[in-house]
């Protein structure tokens, strides 16, 4: 018979009790020996138990801290069953039962170091400090607890991928390929095909009467209202690019609109650079600007990075306080004059990023479905469209849409295992909010 799980009941409470004494876990309750015990109680309708037949061979338990916050108790494996998922199968289900009571953050301790890389390896958690232990047992020599600390949020999110449409940009043009959106009604068009095959983000250009890049307000006003119509609950990023529009002025233009009408998140290019034909200027005050009009407005910034010196700046800006909570990093390569679209430059600048930043990539033309593989197979995401790629190869025989370029994308997800993310996890994991 296999093992099975189940939620422990008031009759299992002696057992559980003797197996965990049995199996070297701490007292879990206060007695005239261990007036201090190391350990909480087992609380019975927050503890699962690992059956094989009629005997209880694993034990998962947790408290509840607060209405955000919990500790796990106790989490012990028969020895004639280690190594045979128990553990992994209890863990999992804790989890996931804190995590439908509201549950964000989870705090656990542990001394052996295989359980501590299995906790960091298998669930995400990072090493928060040490306690002192207060009694003799468990690892033998080792007098404290390694302390770890879970967010819920992003263990849930784990190996689900972000894909991030950039549908127009400033560049291409129906000349360049017909399928590049231009007005309002196209480009919400394309958000939506994109929508339906799983993209939850879409980065966004407008464009004037006669198809040029215009900063105006009431321009990506109407882009927004026909996307929010048509996809009520994808997340809307604003471009406020230096490449064409040089003024400060314009730039932030689109950072005034307000209420139903205001993006959840705009650009943010971390530094100067040279494109093939034209700079895009960014200077400290011009990037602290946008940053801090972004926040004052409630619209966070989607961090473009195109050379490591960027991530450096990143990090700056969370040193100083200028910026918090999760980031979301867009790195793109390849263009003339930034970094090369390289797995090196790639993991070169993943490395320079602010702890705990979602990162996604891309390159530029034929770098960038390269890029996108390499950023899915590092476990990270993926910016797409046709505002970095026109063609589908290499050789530029085959034109591609804003659909055929995700829908590609798509299909290597299914092949690596990385189910997409929905608008609203992702929602979730940069603590964004519900749409507007």
């Known amino acids: 018979m296999p093992v099975t799980l189940r939620k422990m009941l008031p009759a299992d409470l002696a ?4 197996v965990l004494a049995r199996w070297n876990m701490a007292p879990v309750e206060a007695t005239a020996d261990v007036p201090d015990p190391e350990r909480s109680r087992v609380e019975v309708a927050n503890t699962f138990v690992a059956v094989d037949g ?8 947790y408290l509840m801290l607060s209405e955000g916050e919990a500790e796990t108790a106790s989490l012990a494996v028969h020895p004639d069953y280690l190594g045979a998922g128990v553990g992994y199968r209890l863990q999992k289900a804790r989890l996931l039962e804190m995590r439908q009571r509201g549950v964000r953050r989870v705090r656990t301790e542990a001394d052996r170091p295989q359980t501590i890389k299995w906790y960091i390896n298998k669930f995400c958690y990072r090493v928060v400090g040490r306690n002192r232990k207060k009694h003799a047992f468990s690892l033998g020599g080792v007098d404290y607890w390694t302390v770890l600390e879970l967010d819920l949020g992003e263990w849930a999110f784990r190996g689900r991928l972000i894909i991030n449409a950039a549908l127009t940009g400033v560049v291409p043009t129906k000349a360049d390929n017909p399928s590049v959106p231009l007005t309002p009604r196209e480009i919400a068009a394309d958000a939506l095909r994109v929508y339906r095959l799983g993209a939850s983000m879409v980065h966004i250009h407008a464009r004037d009467e006669d198809g040029l890049p215009t900063p105006r ?43 139903p009408d205001r993006p959840d998140m705009a650009s943010l290019t971390l530094g100067s650079l040279n494109f093939s ?48 909570g999760r980031l979301y990093a867009n790195i793109i390569l390849g263009s003339l ?8 430059d790639l993991l070169h600048i993943v490395s320079g990023l602010p702890e705990e930043v979602v990162w996604a990539a891309t390159g530029v033309g034929r770098f960038a479905f390269g890029m996108q593989c390499a950023a899915m197979a590092l476990g990270g995401h993926v910016r797409v469209g046709l505002e970095d790629s026109l063609y589908l190869d290499e050789d530029k025989a085959e034109p591609a849409t804003n659909e055929s370029l995700v829908g590609r994308v798509v299909r ?6 990385r189910p997409l993310a929905t608008p609203q996890e992702v929602r979730q994991i940069l603590e964004l909010g519900e749409p507007r």
């Open 337 to 344: 004059g930034t970094a090369a679209a390289t797995p090196q």
């Open 277 to 324: 034909k034209e700079p895009s200027v960014n200077s400290p005050e011009a990037i602290q600007t946008l940053l801090a009009t972004m926040l004052e407005a409630g619209v966070r910034p989607e961090l473009e990075i195109f050379e490591p010196g960027m991530a450096n700046y990143a990090r700056l800006l969370v040193n100083r306080g200028l910026v918090g």
């Open 54 to 61: 009629p005997r209880i061979v694993g034990v998962g338990s």
């Open 217 to 259: 307000k009431e321009v990506f006003r109407e882009i927004f209202a026909r996307i929010r119509d048509a996809c009520p609950d994808i997340v809307i990023v604003a471009t406020t690019s230096g490449r064409r529009t040089r003024g400060l002025e314009e730039r932030l233009e689109v950072l005034g609109l307000t209420g």
């Open 15 to 18: 057992e559980v009790l003797s």
């Open 412 to 417: 290597v997800a299914e092949a690596l295992g």
